[in-house]
């Protein structure tokens, strides 16, 4: 198993580009969420989907989207960057629901750069 | 809403000490998990160790031990015989049980482990 994939690992954007941020997991899991990382602040939750074709917001939604339209792919569409996006994107996956092993494994992050 | 505070930024101590560190957290929930993640300079998010709020007995893993207060709403990193690999940030974060799966992070505490 590959886990969670995410690409790229670096980018750099000029405002108001726009760009998608791939995240795939190979483990069958259908709950797969967004965070990301700023100095400081630790992780904070943008979006999360519990299965293909469903998607909610988190804590910090505002200038990103997402769809889900299979169960392995979760990517995050930043529609006109701004320099506050600047950040480290994490990709997380689990199981979904109550049990011991209530685990997010997440992927290698990717940071994004807007100038 | 929950909260999560890791009142120590930095820490540091020689090799083959025992560091322990420090998470408090806020939340009108009875069922939730705990978790400590490290973050070592690669930016991959590691898990460490995990809790369930109703098992009264602290979790351990090797080196790796909590010491988790309900009442007091205390979650405890104790680090035994620290390795250099032990160097990293380490996040402390909540789980509420049957929620959207969303993990509250702490700020972090940065760990180094001198020689």
């Known amino acids: 198993n590959a886990g969670v994939t995410q690409t790229p690992k670096f980018q750099v954007l000029k405002t108001g580009q726009s760009m998608t941020l791939q995240c795939a997991q190979d483990?069958?899991?259908?709950?797969m969420s967004w965070y990301r990382q700023d100095p400081g602040m630790g992780l904070r939750l943008i979006h999360y989907?519990?299965?293909?074709?469903?998607?909610d917001q988190g804590e910090v939604p505002n200038g990103y989207n997402v769809s889900r339209s299979t169960t392995e792919d979760f990517p995050l569409r930043l529609l006109s960057a701004a320099p506050s996006q600047t950040s480290v994107y994490f990709c997380?996956?689990?199981?979904?629901?109550?049990?011991?092993?209530?685990?997010?494994?997440f992927g290698a992050g990717s940071r994004l750069t807007v100038l | 809403a929950q909260t999560v505070t890791q009142s120590q930024p930095e820490m540091s101590v020689q090799e083959a000490e025992t560091v322990t560190l420090s998470c408090t957290y806020d939340?009108?929930?009875?069922?939730?998990?705990l978790f400590w993640y490290k973050q070592p300079p690669s930016r991959q998010m590691i898990l460490v160790i995990r809790?369930?709020?109703?098992?009264?007995q602290n979790a351990t893993e090797n080196r790796f031990s909590v010491n988790f207060q309900k009442a007091a709403k205390s979650f405890s990193l104790k680090i035994s015989d620290s390795q250099l690999g032990d160097t990293a940030m380490y996040f402390c974060?909540?789980?509420?049980?049957?929620?959207?799966?969303?993990?509250?992070f702490g700020t972090g505490t940065r760990l180094t482990i001198i020689p």
């Open positions: 974060a909540f789980m509420k049980m049957g929620g959207n799966e969303k993990l509250t």
């Open positions: 997380a996956s689990k199981w979904y629901g109550s049990s011991g092993a209530n685990v997010l494994t």
């Open positions: 483990m069958n899991h259908e709950y």
């Open positions: 939340t009108s929930e009875n069922n939730y998990y």
């Open positions: 989907s519990v299965g293909a074709g469903i998607t």
């Open positions: 809790q369930e709020a109703y098992k009264q």
